[in-house]
């Protein structure tokens, strides 16, 4: 790979950075939202009786389902803003450029990624905070592991979108049509797969959801209770996702013009 | 030498076709405009001879680059600015600028230098700091050029540059861009809808309407072969007129349009006693008449058989965000 090309991308990343930095409402929103689920779903339910739940703490169940919501949202906000500056004109001023598409998707991705693994450490330090534990160094850097296919999976995402919207109307309808049943359908508030009273066709569909391995695989990384497929086949599943959710992302995203 | 050399280019959406097969040729060192109404095909034709879109059917050598094969050198020699603004503006100027910069692999010094410079002759120097979104449409303009500049590109490419901008603000972008053709050796392209704009710039005008290119020379050829001078004239029998003055072989060509009728003739201010004689023999009344320098909306008129203003109301997308890739 050319310097040039290796430049290209460590500006784009540099540009998310900057904008994130700056954009205090963002940082505020994304941080406050899981928060309340956290703190307020989270001290609200802790003493329940939760059908198909191992161990007493709802909070220990509950806090990897919100990492993963965090990293999922803000990932697919970098992806779809490539809308913004498509809408805004500043696309074209980087398609113009003599970069290569692959360095240009590179850059973007990997600064959202930075995004919102910030952020999914930031909800990680105060469910520590709150009494949620991770046992040892080794479940610590697996947990980041899946944070880190998250992150990258949802950008692609979130490209994939953005490659196919071509205004903000659709995106509203996109967050509560996709993104909600996919969260919700991902055992992130809730246990499905070991849930004996949920319907068995909602459970078929669990198992189609691709957050369903990423909250269960973070789960069992971070945790080492709750969870329903051994970690390791949860990661060798996340790493497949991964990998074809950003090839479709830059393969998308390649054949767009601004 | 031919810096852009478009053969046969064309390009179509689904049934429309927006630019037509067009050949056209612009020299090293000059200032080349595009005059045309909008939706004539000016960005569609920009848009493909900067790589953001393929062309239908034939080719083009920008800076001696085939525009499909040769995708990134022709990207490292130009310089583009678009038509609506395409500046991060939760950036500051100067952070716009080394975007672009580091974009094109200029690093350290040569970029810190080149972001002042740049800065420098488009005297926004002191604005450097400051987020665009505080800049007024003037000042992101010249940021724009700034910006386009900051490679040293061979040519630039300006899509409508004082689109949208109050006259005074139209004068001093004229002034940025004749600057940088002289002090930069800047080859420039540039599309407007503005006569006076292509008439203030250019060294050569190419007139485009629905895609294909009426004429093409230099604005001082054209504004010629409409006549030394423009009589318009507004009477009561206008048909009658017409008739009778395509006798006179003193008058270069006529053209009506609406209630009007230009004439194109040498030594206008003598013409005018001669047009009532004849007025008055017919019995015809001479309602308004006028004598001027013809400009290059008479040069329009006479090879579309229109005036730019008659298509203003066609496209009233113009203002908003108009449908991508389809504009003029």
């Known amino acids: ?78 992806g779809v803003s490539i809308l913004w500056d498509r809408q805004f004109g500043f696309l074209q001023e980087v398609l113009v450029a003599p970069i290569s598409r692959l360095s240009i998707i590179f850059g973007r991705t990997i600064g959202g990624a930075t995004i919102s693994l910030i952020q999914g450490f930031i909800i990680l330090v105060i469910a520590m905070f709150l009494g949620v534990s991770i046992s040892s160094i080794p479940a610590l850097l697996f947990t980041i592991v899946f944070m880190v296919l998250l992150a990258f999976t949802a950008v692609g995402f979130g490209l994939v979108i953005a490659s196919k919207m071509t205004d903000f109307q659709g995106f509203q309808v996109i967050m509560n049509l996709i993104i909600m049943p996919l969260l919700f359908l991902s055992s992130a508030f809730f246990p499905i797969a070991t849930n004996p009273g949920f319907p068995s066709a909602l459970v078929t569909l669990v198992f189609l959801n691709p957050m369903f391995y990423m909250v269960d695989g973070l789960r069992g990384a971070m945790t080492g209770v709750n969870y329903y497929l051994p970690p390791l086949v949860n990661l060798f599943i996340v790493l497949c996702i991964c990998v074809f959710m950003m090839g479709l992302g830059s393969y998308f995203f390649s054949k767009s013009e601004a | 030498m031919d810096i852009i050399k478009t053969t ?28 045309g109404p909008n939706g004539a095909g000016k960005t569609t034709t920009i848009k493909m001879l900067i790589t953001l879109l393929n062309p239908t059917d034939g080719s083009a050598d920008v800076a001696g680059f085939d525009i499909i094969k040769k995708r990134d050198d022709v990207r490292e020699n130009i310089g583009v600015v678009f038509q609506e603004p395409a500046l991060d503006t939760e950036l500051t100027g100067k952070e716009n600028l080394d975007f672009h910069a580091r974009m094109y692999g200029l690093d350290g010094d040569k970029r810190k230098n080149r972001i002042k410079e740049v800065l420098n002759l488009v005297d926004l120097d002191d604005k450097k700091d400051v987020l665009v979104k505080k800049y007024s449409g003037g000042m992101k303009r010249r940021l724009e050029i700034a910006r386009g500049l900051m490679h040293n590109p061979t040519i630039m490419f300006l899509d409508e540059p004082t689109l949208g901008l109050d006259a005074q603000t139209r004068r001093a972008i004229w002034e940025y861009i004749r600057k940088m053709n002289k002090e930069e050796n800047t080859t420039i392209f540039l599309t407007t809808h503005y006569m006076e704009e292509a008439d203030y710039l250019c060294d050569r005008v190419g007139i485009i309407d629905r895609g294909k290119i009426m004429i093409m020379d230099s604005t001082d050829n054209l504004k010629n072969s409409v006549g030394n001078d423009v009589i318009t004239l507004s009477c009561s029998d206008t048909p009658g007129l017409i008739k009778r003055l395509g006798d006179e072989s003193w008058i270069k060509n006529i053209k009506q349009h609406d209630s009007f009728l230009t004439l194109g003739v040498e030594k206008g201010e003598e013409k005018i006693p001669v047009v009532f004689d004849i007025a008055r023999t017919l019995n015809i009344t001479i309602k308004s008449i006028s004598v001027r320098k013809p400009t290059l909306d008479d040069v329009f008129l006479y090879y579309t058989g229109r005036t730019m203003r008659d298509q203003e109301p066609e496209n009233p997308m113009k203002m908003g965000f108009r449908p991508r890739a389809h504009g003029g």
């Open chain 1, 1 to 78: 790979m050319k310097g040039a090309e290796l430049q290209a991308i460590y500006v784009m990343w540099l540009r998310e950075m900057k904008r994130f930095i700056r954009s205090r409402s963002r940082l505020i929103a994304t941080v406050v939202q899981p928060l309340f689920f956290l703190v307020i779903l989270g001290s609200g339910l802790r003493s329940a009786a939760m059908p198909g739940m191992i161990g007493g703490d709802y909070l220990v169940f509950l806090a990897p389902g919100i990492v993963a919501m965090a990293i999922l949202f803000s990932s697919m906000f970098t």
């Open chain 2, 8 to 35: 046969d280019l064309t390009k179509k959406f689904d049934d429309f076709t927006a630019v037509d097969h067009i050949s056209f040729s612009v020299k090293k060192g000059e200032i080349f405009g595009f005059l």
